[in-house]
């Protein structure tokens, strides 16, 4: 198997591109839904938003893979009397990584406003707690790019409470194989996945089983597959893989995660994913998370009876500025493609 490296990072790049926190994902999914309609695929959107892909296999069996393509972000929360913006989080950002990161703030009526995300101490030469004050929320807030100087200046531009401010993604792929980006988690897996199906289109491949694929919109916010669109055997969530204290992954690795916060994963899909790694002769590593939920999570919670399991590419400092590298890329997209095709 050859991985598309160049297909891969054209893909990740410009689906980073597109802003798309939870609940504000119309955009990038009908990017993804080009994506899939050039390469023939049948596929459809669910009333949620999600997108559905079918791909008849070999056999009856019916497994799923899926990745969430919904980001962190912000909402405004209220105007403030000098014009600034005070705001809500969308999943969990880390926020002291956002202080003065630049953001666009999207309105209902159709404009787009650029803006700073800044603490309400943002001047040393002013503030005598412009270092340590801590940064959430009520600590800090987006200042405009436009001339307000009152909440009725900022009214009159057409923003809401409600309105989505998303922040800048700073995606640089560098020479030596290092992707860094902010919302690496997931779109680093759509694009692991959309490499997959690329690389069965152009191959004449079959999947092994009848495979639903499902790019899913409000991950990050829990309940992304809480609804499947019809019965799977077997789904597979690709997802980040988690990296730091005692777990063994690193950036160059693909992720098999035995448990996360809601308890085991199916043990013997598990060991199967172990199996086709260890076989192929993959970076492989088998970790537990403590502090993680996926769309496998999810259906599970929701009373789906499904084997279900979790596997991604090694990402370091997740929900701040993330890095994974190509290596771990194309680990991932070596043992999806050996479970869609080995029966």
């Keep these: ?31 993804l ?3 899939a309609d050039e390469m023939g695929l049948e596929n459809y959107l669910t009333n949620k938003g999600n997108l559905v892909i079918s791909i008849p296999g070999a056999s009856g069996k019916a497994v799923g893979i899926s990745a969430h393509v919904d980001t962190l972000g912000l909402v405004v929360r209220g105007i403030r009397s000098d014009g600034t913006l005070s705001f809500s989080q969308v999943g969990g950002p880390i926020l002291p990584t956002l202080d003065g990161e630049y953001c666009n703030i999207y309105t209902r009526c159709g ?42 200046d900022v009214e009159k531009l057409g923003i809401l409470r409600g ?15 290092f992707i860094k980006s902010r919302f690496l988690d997931d779109k680093i897996s759509v694009a692991i996945i959309l490499a997959s199906l690329k690389h069965f289109k152009d ?13 899913s919109t409000y991950e990050e916010v829990g309940h992304g597959l809480s609804h499947l669109p019809h019965s799977l055997d077997e789904f597979v969530a690709v997802d980040m893989g988690c990296i730091g204290d005692d777990l063994a992954c690193t950036e160059y690795d693909v992720s098999i995660c035995a448990k996360d916060s809601t308890g085991p994963y199916d043990y013997e899909l598990t060991s199967h994913l172990i199996s086709l790694a260890k076989e192929a002769g993959l970076s492989y590593a088998v970790d537990i998370y403590p502090r993680y939920g996926s769309d496998v999570s ?7 009876d499904v084997r279900g399991a979790l596997i991604g590419p090694g990402v370091a400092a997740s929900h701040g500025m993330e890095r994974s590298h190509m290596k771990a890329a194309e680990n991932a997209w070596k043992l999806l493609c050996l479970y869609l095709t080995k029966a």
């Design 298 to 304: 999810a259906a599970r919670a929701a009373g789906h």
């Design 163 to 177: 309105d989505f401010i998303c922040y800048d993604p700073k995606t640089v792929i560098t020479d030596s194989g």
């Design 111 to 152: 404009k787009i406003y650029t803006g700073t995300i800044l603490s309400n101490a943002p001047a040393v030469h002013v503030h005598d707690d412009a270092s340590d004050l801590k940064r959430d929320a009520k600590n800090m807030h987006v200042k405009l790019d436009e001339e307000v100087k009152t909440a009725g």
């Design 203 to 215: 191959n004449n491949i079959t999947p092994a089983h009848d495979t639903t694929v499902i790019f």
């Design 33 to 35: 839904k080009t994506y």
């Design 1 to 31: 198997m050859i991985f598309n490296a160049d297909y891969f990072k054209k893909v990740l790049c410009e689906i980073l591109a597109i802003d798309s926190p939870s609940g504000y994902t119309q955009k990038v999914v009908a990017t």
